[in-house]
């Protein structure tokens, strides 16, 4: 007797699909070890409409059997030297109980989809030092860059 894997689906999120953000935001939280950051002062149901409603934000949901188990929050950054633009995973994450079952790549596939469609010439991500799987994944989808990243703060109102 044999057992199936549940189909994967994976979902573009549109302005209607508040509650699938929500559950992409949760999963993000526990998947990533940073569940303040991403549940503690999470935006208004206006403002995420907004950014799923633009241009320049692409949020996908790996969903099995109507469970959110995986997410990629993207954004398409025009370009100024070329009429084109980049993709910028920004998050990637695979609920635990459910990675190394192809969800990533999965979810990666569609997002090439989408960029293509969009006339984006690459896909590009940021993996930590140290965390094995991401590089790992992303090794098997294009060149690695050895770049530096710096963190800028911005004034706020109370900084001179």
Do not use: C
Not at 65 to 84: N, P, S
Not at 133 to 151: M, T
């Amino acid at each position: 007797m044999s057992t199936q894997t549940p189909a994967i689906s994976i979902h573009q999120l549109t302005i209607d699909d508040i509650q699938l953000f929500e559950a992409m935001m949760t999963l993000f939280g526990e998947a990533l070890e940073e569940l303040d950051t991403y549940t503690a002062a999470r935006p208004e149901t206006a403002y995420v409409q907004q950014l799923l409603g633009s241009d320049y934000f692409i949020a996908l949901t790996a969903q099995i059997e109507h469970e959110v188990v995986g997410g990629i929050a993207a954004y398409e950054l025009r370009k100024f030297e070329q009429q084109r633009s980049e993709i910028y995973i920004y998050d990637l994450a695979v609920a635990v109980a459910h990675r190394r079952k192809g969800i990533a790549t999965a979810m990666l596939q569609k997002l090439r989809q989408l960029s293509s469609a969009r006339g984006a010439y690459v896909i590009f991500v940021q993996a930590d030092d140290g965390d094995t799987p991401a590089i790992e994944l992303y090794s098997k989808l294009g060149p690695r860059e050895n770049v530096l990243h710096f963190d800028i703060s911005v004034p706020t109102g109370l900084d001179s």
